[in-house]
């Protein structure tokens, strides 16, 4: 490569130009970002680092003794091999498996047992996009895969909207939420705080990172900030931030204690529940007890969840004087009976009836994902056409153990009762589920359970170690791409910066090789290389900006590095227009309106409305007498989930390796336990080895140990497996967060914790087998 000219390239958390100086990657942050991300610097390790994984690997056992389940995956070794037989290896197994051209239609399909839901972030990269490249592939030779719907980010929130208030995605692309919180909001109660850490982050790419400015904006115009968190540096440090700190999972009650206090002084705008909503005199009766002899009044939400009831009054107090926001984030849906809190909130901006106004009225996930809240494109993102999937079988994401372990087993989803396939193989690109999934000792056994399991990384993570055949790929570093992010204000050519590493190749040509070794070669590539298809892709985009006499280059001129501005939609999006006209821009909703009441959540084995629902894990709970510890594992600020754990800023934040978890001070000093100690935190399922950092942000009863680190299991006598790098999930639990959405509940549970007082055992390095280095 030419070592002397920057070029342009993006990612997840930000776009960047880069170049090679003297073997290393020199990055410089988009010139039009007004606070870059400190991610970028995790890239230049990205390259070359002993975790990249140079040739195709295959599992010993699975090379000698053939394809079926193996309780060996995960401490098994590798076998390095070439390409060559490395793709007619894995060509062979799926064709064993059943891949062929031109499948019958009276038979049933081969890919009904292929897992192909392959969940995971990938890189930015509208075509490299190893998720579309994986499902594309198995449409083109098994015919469809059981896929996976909704995200670990956000299942119960998005499964709860989905039938009280239309689609969560289409709620959050389009509205301004960041200018009018800028411009218009007077008091912004963000329940989880808003933590800067996660607006650095949006999928596909986040370019201008305005979080700061706009809280900035927003103080200087003297609007008040409430982070309701039991996490004080969940919010900025701007002067007259008020911090509420519940005990974890108790938001619910809080909200109720405010809802009560609103009805109570009169203050419920009954004209706007009656024009947008259904459903609120089931919620009433609730509320006051009518219903089941319980009034959720300020008092009884603080014993619940320890806050003040004349704190909880005050707040709603404030509430109802103000143009008030009400935010929630993405992390209280992350929990058992994750759709609570979202439906409460709603619930509660309804009682304020603010929504329609600027700056005012309900959000969902400000503070969750970078692009959120900003102002919605109006042309279309270049998207790579995935195929159609015949199969049509799908479980929520967050369902994989289950799964693979209980074939033909019963469970329920949005109120319907499904069973699970029966997986023989399990594809995954783009994905690493032995840092996203919880209770990983669980997902050990049913990675155990299919005949083969085939994957795709540049790094050899803990999914890897547990995977069959391991097909090394490249990074976005090394390829040509076009970077774009929904929301994000501009189209960037992603310029390779780097010739690949080892013998990595792009996923696309691995699976264009293996599709033609399947005789699926024209289905998946329809005669186009990866040129071609940025072209085909880039084309619709290119159209639409000339279309509205925007700068729209040729293909040729944009890939010689070109950036995009894209524009930006100037109609009302689904909110406004709904608060306008209620019944002529009615809601995704079986009313059409706002749902205070469902019957389809109360058909599902749920109250009909927004209810406080003890968990089995939080710290009043009978199991907080053995564990007395809240765990919150939540999103880190040095890298993105477990993307680049090894690079420069993840690694400076560790200690000797290992994750930091932080305790509350006088927790910390009643145990004994010092800045740099080893902990152990466990519980049933597990047990984990951090790095304590005692601090006053965080409130008692509470540890906080941010997901990433790669999971390194080690039986260590008298603690049983234990990860030693500090990855949560090994004691989280798996269980969904209600029978309605079967979300990811991982963001709480209880652990024990105590000081780790033999020697510690070294946290693993990140390192691929065969690593030269
Ligand atoms: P990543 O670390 O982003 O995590 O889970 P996710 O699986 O998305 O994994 C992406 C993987 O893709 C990496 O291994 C990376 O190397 C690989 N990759 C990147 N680019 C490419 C490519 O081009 N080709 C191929 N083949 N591979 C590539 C994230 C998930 O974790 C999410 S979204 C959330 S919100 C959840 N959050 C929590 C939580 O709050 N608490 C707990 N306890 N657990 C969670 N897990 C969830």
Redo the contacts with the bound molecule.
């Keep these: 490569m030419n070592d002397t000219a920057y070029r342009q390239h993006s990612s997840?958390w930000g776009a960047f130009s880069a170049r090679m100086d003297g073997g290393r990657l020199d990055i410089r942050p988009f010139e039009a970002d007004p606070d870059p991300s400190p991610l970028l610097a995790n890239i230049p390790a990205s390259l070359d680092h002993p975790a990249r994984i140079r040739k195709p690997l295959i599992r010993r056992g699975w090379l000698e003794d053939g394809p079926g389940p193996d309780q060996r995956r995960g401490s098994d070794g590798f076998v390095e091999v070439e390409w060559e037989e490395a793709l007619q290896r894995t060509a062979q197994e799926l064709r064993r498996l059943g891949a062929a051209p031109a499948l019958p239609e009276d038979r049933p399909l081969p890919g009904a047992s292929v897992f192909g839901g392959s969940?995971?972030?990938?890189?930015a990269?509208r075509f490299?996009?190893?998720q579309s490249?994986?499902h594309r592939f198995l449409n083109s030779v098994f015919g469809g895969y059981v896929a996976s719907v909704d995200?670990?980010?956000?299942g119960a929130g998005s499964v709860i909207l989905s039938l009280v208030l239309g689609n969560a995605i289409r709620l959050n692309r389009d509205h301004p939420y960041l200018r009018e919180l800028a411009e218009e909001t007077e008091l912004l109660i963000s329940f989880g705080g808003l933590p800067l850490r996660n607006l650095a982050v949006s999928a596909g790419g986040n370019s201008r990172h305005l979080g700061k400015s706009v809280l900035q904006r927003a103080a200087a115009r003297g609007c008040g900030f409430v982070s309701v968190s039991p996490i004080a540096d969940d919010f900025s440090d701007l002067p007259g931030v008020t911090r509420i700190a519940p005990r974890p999972a108790t938001d619910t009650a809080l909200m109720l204690g405010m809802a009560y206090r609103l009805h109570q002084t009169g203050r419920v705008d009954r004209a706007y529940l009656e024009r947008y909503t259904t459903g609120y005199p089931a919620f009433e009766a609730y509320l006051t007890g009518s219903s089941d002899g319980v009034a959720k009044t300020p008092e009884w939400a603080e014993a619940i969840c320890g806050v003040t009831a004349s704190e909880i009054a005050a707040l709603a107090d404030r509430a109802a004087k103000s143009r008030t926001l009400i935010n929630v984030t993405?992390?209280l849906q992350?929990a058992e009976n994750g759709e609570q809190p979202v439906w409460m909130a709603l619930t509660l901006a309804c009682l304020l009836g603010q929504g329609g106004l600027p700056g005012a009225g309900f959000c969902y996930g400000l503070g969750?994902i970078g692009n959120i809240g900003k102002e919605a494109l109006a042309v279309p993102l270049p998207t790579m056409p995935q195929g159609h999937n015949r199969v049509g079988d799908f479980i929520p994401v967050a369902r994989i153990s289950e799964l693979l372990m209980k074939p033909g087993a019963a469970y329920t989803y949005k109120g319907e009762t499904r069973r699970y396939a029966d997986i023989r193989l399990v594809y995954?690109?783009?994905?690493?589920?032995f840092?996203?999934?919880?209770d990983l000792t669980r997902l050990k056994e049913a990675f155990s359970r299919p005949e083969t399991i085939i994957?795709?990384?540049?790094?050899f993570?803990a999914?890897?170690r547990h995977a069959d055949i391991i097909?090394p790929?490249?990074?976005?570093a090394e390829?040509n791409d076009i970077g774009a992010g929904g929301n994000d204000p501009y189209l960037f050519a992603m310029e390779k910066l780097a010739e690949p590493f080892g013998e990595a190749r792009?996923?696309y040509a691995i699976f264009a090789n293996l599709a033609d070794r399947l005789g699926c070669r024209e289905i998946f590539t329809e005669g186009r290389d990866a040129q071609g298809w940025l072209e085909e892709m880039y084309e619709p985009t290119r159209a639409a900006l000339e279309k509205r006499g925007c700068n729209a280059p040729s293909f040729e001129d944009f890939m010689q590095g070109a950036r995009i501005d894209l524009p930006v939609r100037d109609t009302p999006g689904m909110m406004a227009r709904f608060h306008e006209d209620p019944s002529g821009a009615p809601l995704e909703t079986p009313s059409g309106r706002i749902e205070l009441f469902s019957e389809i959540v109360a058909g599902a084995g749920l109250p009909g409305h927004a209810a406080w629902l003890a968990p089995a894990e939080w710290l009043c709970a009978p199991m907080a007498e053995r564990h007395p510890f809240q765990l919150v594992?939540?999103?880190p600020a040095t890298?993105?989930?477990?993307?680049?754990?090894f690079g420069a800023t993840s690694m400076a934040a560790k200690e000797k390796g290992r994750e930091v978890a932080r305790l509350n001070r006088e927790d910390a000093a009643r145990l004994g336990i010092g800045d740099g100690d080893v902990i152990r935190l466990h519980n049933e399922r597990g047990s984990v080895l951090a790095s304590a950092r005692p601090s006053d942000a965080i409130m008692q009863g509470v540890v906080q140990l941010?997901?990433?680190a790669w999971y390194a299991p080690e039986d260590l006598p008298g603690a049983g497996l234990t990860c030693v790098n500090g990855n949560?999930?090994a004691v989280?639990s798996d269980a969904g967060a209600s029978v309605l959405s079967q979300g990811?509940a991982?963001?709480l549970?209880l652990v024990s914790l105590e000081k780790w007082d033999r020697p510690a055992p070294m946290a693993w390095p990140h390192k691929a087998p065969f690593s030269a280095v």
Excluded: E, K
Excluded at 428 to 433: H, L, Q
């Design positions: 997840h969940y995971g972030w990938s890189s990269g490299h996009h190893a490249q994986v995200t670990y980010s956000s993405y992390s992350r969750s995954w690109a783009g994905g690493n589920p840092h996203h999934h919880q994957l795709h990384d540049s790094v993570t999914s890897a097909l790929a490249t990074i976005t390829r792009d996923d594992s939540n999103q890298r993105l989930h477990s993307q680049l754990d941010s997901t990433g949560p999930n989280t990811c991982g963001q549970c």
